[in-house]
């Protein structure tokens, strides 16, 4: 070929490439628009939060799969958190366990917020109903919790390895404080290998679970389009992977989600991890899942204010038969474990998407 067949070649390549990337982006919208949908939805109010700020706030919490399972109220003297049943995810959560802590979860957002925007709240119920509050004005109190309100995310990444000091550990476990929970923070290198053996495990039997894959798909974002269509599920940037148009991106699943590759990944996750933090309840109900959930969202903002991350490996207490493995391992043989965290230092990843606040309200 002549150089000017080689410039029409290359023209023409740079052109497909052009068209081929307009193509894509099209198909899955842009990070930047995402970026800038994750800054109006975690936009810091100038003064004290009003009352739609604040159940803002509440539905940044952590909660499993993203499915946001709450119904909020706030008005007068009450406030109020109804499970929302039509999110359940009956495969991987089949008695509501992760529901109920999502709740916990959201409450103490709540009741955080709520401070900040002047407003007491006292908690004068929680069970399978939700969670009810008696509201009483106050003066308004910022902490360095409510500013991490907007900033917690799971992080979903290998930490640096860098190990916690003493009085970070201590502040965690104060944070994490509540009655009838129990939290373990495992730091030994011996005991974290022993963990990440039943996350494996747990991985494994999860992956070739096709109810579980089948459940897991159905809450897959796989561009921002979709994460910003839906308001709720798992981001595939959210989770360190490449955004891809849905059709392409359930191939990709389809063909590379591997327990081989997967555990791997895991694998180096827990090694690069320098504590986890393990939850117990003392009861194996409602109430206590949602007490679980409250002291959970302190220690994940706790960590956030000291510029740690931190994110869920809950395979072993996900698949039932590993329960009293994870128990027997922390000396905690009776009682049934809630959830493992992992906690480290390391990069931010994109956030996860949350659904408009009027979306999540109760009536
Ligand atoms: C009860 C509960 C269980 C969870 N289990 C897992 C888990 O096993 N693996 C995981 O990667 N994330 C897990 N998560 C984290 C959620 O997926 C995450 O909170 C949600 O996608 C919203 O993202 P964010 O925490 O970054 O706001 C869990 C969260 C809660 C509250």
Not at 236 to 251: E, F, K, Y
Not at 261 to 279: D, G, I, Q, R
Not at 308 to 317: D, I, M
Not at 352 to 361: A, I, K
Request: with cysteine; proline share 8%.
């Amino acid at each position: 070929m002549n150089r000017r067949g080689v410039l029409y070649g290359l023209g023409g390549l740079a052109v497909a490439a052009g068209a081929g990337a307009f193509a894509w982006t099209s198909a899955t919208g842009s990070m930047a628009d995402y970026e800038a949908w994750q800054t109006r939805l975690r936009a810091v109010p100038a003064g004290p939060p009003s009352i739609p700020d604040i159940l803002r706030y509440a539905g940044m919490a952590a909660n499993g799969h993203n499915t946001q399972p709450w119904r909020f109220a706030l008005s007068g003297a009450e406030a109020g958190i109804a499970p929302d049943l039509s999110r359940r995810t009956p495969v991987v959560d089949p008695d509501d366990h992760h529901l109920y802590v999502s709740l916990g979860c959201a409450a103490e957002n709540l009741a955080i917020a709520a401070r900040a925007g002047g407003l007491r709240t006292e908690e004068t119920g929680a069970d399978e109903n939700g969670v009810r509050f008696a509201v009483t004005a106050t003066a308004p109190q910022s902490t360095p919790l409510y500013d991490a309100i907007p900033r917690r995310q799971s992080t979903r990444a290998p930490y640096d390895g860098r190990p916690l000091a003493a009085d970070t550990l201590k502040a965690l476990e104060a944070a994490a404080a509540e009655p009838g929970v129990r939290l373990i923070l495992v730091t030994e290198r011996a005991r974290i290998d022993a963990v990440r053996d039943l996350v494996l495990e747990g991985n494994g039997a999860q992956m070739t679970d096709p109810a579980f894959i089948a459940e897991l798909k159905a809450w897959l974002r796989f561009n921002p389009d979709a994460a910003m269509k839906t308001g709720d599920g798992l981001f595939a940037a959210a989770s360190g992977n490449p955004v891809m148009p849905g059709p392409v991106g359930r191939l990709a699943f389809d063909a590379f989600f591997k327990p081989g590759s997967e555990n791997a990944k895991y694998a180096a996750h827990m090694a690069s991890t320098p504590a986890l933090a393990v939850f117990f309840g003392e009861a194996a109900r409602p109430a206590n899942w949602i007490r679980v959930g409250r002291a959970c969202q302190r220690l994940a903002l706790t960590a956030t204010s000291l510029g740690l991350k931190h994110c869920f490996v809950n395979q072993p207490v996900e698949v039932a038969a590993l329960r009293p493995k994870l128990a027997a391992l922390l000396g905690e043989g009776d009682l049934r474990p809630d959830l493992v965290i992992r906690l480290g230092y390391g990069e931010a990843l994109p956030y996860s998407p949350r659904r408009p606040v009027e979306t999540t309200m109760a009536g």
